[in-house]
C-alpha cells in the first residue's frame, strides 16, 4: 500500500468499484486483529468475497504452509508486515488503479515495505527475539548446540490468534476448563465461535520448558502433518505464549492405560490400534516427513486420543530435527522422562532415531501389561517392567505379562507378537534395536522375530539423579559424562 508519511493516509483515495488488487510475495502477513477466516474458501472465492466489501483491504491464504486453500481477509489499517528475501507469503493488497499504473513493478514491493507498517504494532519477530535475549542474559541459559537468541528471527509459519479470542474461547483460562498440567504447563479446552473445539497449552512461567521448547513446537509440528500426530492450529504470543491444538477428548493414553476404572475401555483390539498407531507416527518423523525428527520424549502421557481412540503423538517440545546424512548427534543437556529414555542418551548424551525407538518399546510393554515402567516392584525380584518382561519371555511365560483386563479378549499371537517386538526395541545398544519402519512391517507381518537380547536399564538398581518437576508428568535434566 502507498503511504504518505507514517500516518496511514494514502496518496489517492480508494474507489470500492474501481479498486484492484496487487500481489506482493516474500511478505510476513500483517497482524491478523482486524481479520476474518474461512477455512472452506479457495483463493478464486477469497478474492471475491474481498472486492465485495469495500472495507477489505487484502486477502491472502489461510493454509500458508501448504499455500492452498482457506481464506484470510484484512479490514482496515494493515500492520506488522515485514519483507523475507525468502520463505515469505504471498499477499493481495488492495490498491487504486492509479496508483498500480504510476509504479513500475520492480518497486511496487518496496514501497509497499516500510509505508505500509505502524511504529505501534509490536511484530512477532522482535518480540521473540527480544524475550530470548532478556532470557539468556537473566538466566545464562546453555542453549542446545545449534542455537543462538538470533536464530529467533525464523518465521514460524503458522496462523496467530488473539489472545483475546482465545480467553473468550477458554472462558478466561477457567478452571472449569482446564484438562491438566504438563512440563510445559496447563492446558485448556476452548470452543472457537465456529463451535471448533480446541485445546490450549500455556507457557506457564514457572515451567521446567521455555521459550526454546515453545519455538520448537511451533517450528516443528506446523510442518508435520500425519494421522497419527496432533494437529497444531496457531499460536498466541501476546502476553502469553499459547498453541492452540486440535482438541483431543479422550485425552492421554496414560489417563485411561494406568487409571483402574477407565482401564477397561482399552481391550486387546484398541490397545494394539494404538501400538501400531504410534509406531506409524514415529515412522514418519523418522523418515516421512520433510524433516527427519527425533522426537526426544515418547510415553504414554504424550500420546493423545481422539473420539474413535486413534492415537496421536503430541509434545515436540524437546524434539530435534536431522539434515542430511546425520544418523546421531551428542547433547550437553539430556532431558526427557526417565523410564523412556534409552541408555545411550540419559548416561552419555547420545541420540538418534534409536532412542525414539527405545523409549517406543517401553511403551508398548507399558500398553500390554498397564502397568508403567517406572516405580514397578515385584516380589520375586527387584527388576523394573522391562526386566519383568525379559525374564517372562526368556522363561516362556510372555501371556503373564499381559494386563488382566484383555487377557480373556485378546489375540493370543498378537500379543506375544507385541510384547516380543517391544523386548526388541528396548535392546540394550541402539545398533540391535530395528528402525521404525521394521517395526511397522513386523506389527503387520508373520515374519519371523529374531531373538531380542537384553533390555537396557532393566532394573530399578540402574537409578539416575533426577529432578523432578511437581506434577506428574516427570522432566528429567542430566548433565551428559
Not at 515451567?207 to 496432533?230: D, I, T, W
Not at 477397561?264 to 525428527?293: C, K, M, N, P
Not at 498378537?414 to 540394550?428: D, M, P, T
Not at 540391535?432 to 508373520?446: I, K, Q, Y
Request: charged share 25%; proline share 3%.
Amino acid at each position: 500500500m502507498f503511504w504518505i508519511g507514517r500516518m496511514g493516509v494514502r496518496r489517492n483515495p480508494l474507489d470500492c468499484e474501481k479498486d484492484i488488487f496487487v500481489l506482493y510475495s516474500s511478505l510476513k502477513l500483517p497482524d491478523t486483529r482486524s481479520s476474518w477466516f474461512n477455512e472452506s474458501m479457495n483463493l478464486q472465492d477469497c478474492k471475491e468475497a474481498c472486492m465485495k466489501n469495500c472495507s477489505c483491504m487484502a486477502y491472502s491464504n489461510l493454509d500458508i504452509q501448504h499455500r492452498g486453500s482457506g481464506c484470510l481477509l484484512w479490514f482496515g489499517e494493515l500492520t506488522d508486515i515485514r519483507e523475507y528475501s525468502d520463505n515469505g507469503q504471498d499477499l493481495y493488497i488492495r490498491m487504486a488503479a492509479s496508483e498500480s499504473a504510476l509504479l513500475p513493478s520492480h518497486q511496487k514491493k518496496k514501497r509497499v515495505m516500510g509505508l505500509a507498517i505502524s511504529f505501534g504494532s509490536v511484530f512477532l519477530i522482535l518480540v521473540l527475539l527480544t524475550i530470548c535475549v532478556l532470557q539468556c542474559k537473566k538466566k545464562k541459559m546453555e542453549l542446545p548446540e545449534g542455537d543462538n537468541c538470533e536464530d529467533q528471527k525464523e518465521d514460524l509459519e503458522l496462523p496467530l490468534f488473539d489472545l483475546s479470542t482465545i480467553a473468550t474461547a477458554t472462558n478466561y483460562f477457567s478452571t472449569d476448563n482446564k484438562l491438566g498440567e504438563g512440563g510445559f504447563g496447563p492446558v485448556y479446552k476452548g470452543v472457537l465461535r465456529g463451535g471448533q473445539e480446541i485445546a490450549v497449552k500455556m507457557l506457564s512461567r514457572t515451567s521446567g520448558q521455555g521459550l526454546h521448547e515453545f519455538k520448537n513446537e511451533v517450528l516443528y509440528v506446523s510442518k508435520l502433518q500425519h494421522r497419527n500426530l496432533v494437529k497444531l492450529l496457531g499460536c498466541c504470543i501476546q502476553e502469553e505464549n499459547l498453541l492452540i491444538y486440535e482438541f483431543m477428548p479422550k485425552r492421554s493414553l496414560d489417563s485411561f492405560l494406568f487409571d483402574p476404572m477407565q482401564r477397561e475401555q482399552l481391550d486387546w483390539s484398541v490397545r494394539f490400534h494404538i501400538i501400531t498407531g504410534i509406531a506409524r507416527g514415529l515412522l514418519y518423523l523418522h523418515q516421512d516427513s520433510r524433516l527427519r525428527i527425533i522426537h526426544r520424549d515418547i510415553k504414554a502421557s504424550n500420546v493423545l486420543l481422539d473420539y474413535e481412540m486413534n492415537p496421536k503423538i503430541s509434545d515436540f517440545g524437546l524434539a530435534k530435527s536431522f539434515t542430511g546424512n546425520e544418523t546421531q548427534a551428542n547433547t550437553n543437556r539430556v532431558v526427557g522422562t526417565y523410564g523412556y529414555m534409552s541408555p545411550e542418551y540419559a548416561l552419555d548424551g547420545i541420540f538418534s532415531m534409536k532412542s525414539d525407538v527405545f523409549s517406543y518399546g517401553a511403551l508398548v510393554l507399558e500398553t500390554a501389561s498397564g502397568k508403567r515402567n517406572r516405580g514397578f516392584q515385584h516380589p520375586d525380584h527387584h527388576h523394573n517392567l522391562l526386566g519383568h518382561a525379559w525374564i517372562l519371555f526368556t522363561e516362556g511365560r510372555s501371556m503373564q505379562l499381559l494386563d488382566k483386563v484383555v487377557k480373556n479378549s485378546c489375540s493370543t499371537s498378537e500379543a506375544l507378537r507385541s510384547i516380543h517386538i517391544g523386548l526388541l526395541c528396548v535392546q540394550r545398544c541402539p545398533n540391535d534395536r530395528p528402525s521404525m519402519s521394521a517395526v511397522v512391517m513386523m506389527l503387520g507381518s508373520d515374519i519371523e522375530l529374531p531373538h531380542p537380547k537384553e533390555p537396557g536399564f532393566f532394573s530399578e538398581r540402574n537409578l539416575l539423579q533426577e529432578n523432578t518437576s511437581q506434577n506428574e508428568i516427570t522432566m528429567t535434566v542430566l548433565s551428559a559424562r
